[in-house]
Nanobody, 134 residues
Framework: QVQLVESGGGLLHPGGTLTLFCAASGTTLDYRTVGWLRHAPGKEREGVGGIGSSIRNNDGRTFYVDSVKGRSTISRDNHKDTVYLQMNSLQPEDTAVYYC???????????????????????WGQGTQVNVSS
């Protein structure tokens, strides 16, 4: 059974740095495109970015939605079956529940098409709450 577990959320201050972890079990992430998305209260679910499989497609490239581009990094450790999201210069607008998901249709770039997200997921985690507030 495939499971994704996100962690690393919490209360952070504006201007701070966020590091989220997405640990997978029951599957090997090497061959999968993995995306990060977030859902803020009163807003549509938004793709944050994605990372392609370094083995299959996109050569492991990463893509980011404009609102986080330049201050975010998605990376993966295939030995640990873990994908990371690091985000700097946090803003109150980054407050949301963050999810990681395994993409079964689409590419990492399809995570960044705005709402609705073009990529399709077959597995996702329970989410981790991130609150950015002073």
């Amino acid at each position: 059974q495939v499971q994704l577990v996100e962690s690393g959320g919490g209360l952070l201050h504006p201007g701070g740095t966020l590091t989220l972890f997405c640990a997978a079990s029951g599957t090997t992430l090497d061959y999968r495109t993995v995306g990060w998305l977030r859902h803020a209260p009163g807003k549509e679910r938004e793709g944050v970015g994605g990372i392609g499989s370094s083995i299959r497609n996109n050569d492991g490239r990463t893509f980011y939605v404009d609102s986080v581009k330049g201050r975010s990094t998605i990376s993966r450790d295939n030995h640990k079956d873990t994908v990371y999201l690091q985000m700097n210069s946090l803003q109150p607008e980054d407050t949301a529940v963050y999810y990681c998901a395994i993409v079964y249709r689409g590419t990492a770039e399809d995570m960044c098409t705005g709402a609705p997200i073009k990529a399709r997921f077959d597995y996702w985690g329970q989410g981790t709450q991130v609150n950015v507030s002073s």
